[in-house]
């Protein structure tokens, strides 16, 4: 299921790279409700060795 955003991110993160020459580039996972949840995505689709421990999640959540 979320296998073609991870792809997708991937993707985007290769032509940042090369189109601006950065090297250091962090992602931020932010989910829908609470911030917990962005560490449970983490965990489960094991982001964090797939880009290379260069996702952080989003600490803090903002009611609508």
């Known amino acids: ?3 073609p955003y991870i ?3 991937k993707t985007i993160k290769k032509v940042v790279k090369e189109r ?3 090297r250091d580039i962090c ?3 932010v989910m ?3 911030p917990k949840e962005g560490q449970e995505v983490l ?3 094991n982001l964090m060795e797939r ?3 260069n996702v ?3 600490e803090y959540s903002y009611p609508f």
Do not use: P, Q, S, V
Request: hydrophobic fraction near 30%; charge should be negative; proline fraction near 0%.
């Open 1 to 3: 299921m979320g296998e």
């Open 7 to 9: 792809e997708m991110i």
């Open 20 to 22: 601006t020459g950065c």
């Open 27 to 29: 992602l931020r996972l």
């Open 32 to 34: 829908y409700i609470t």
């Open 43 to 45: 965990d489960y689709y």
């Open 51 to 53: 880009f290379e421990y």
């Open 56 to 58: 952080k999640g989003y």
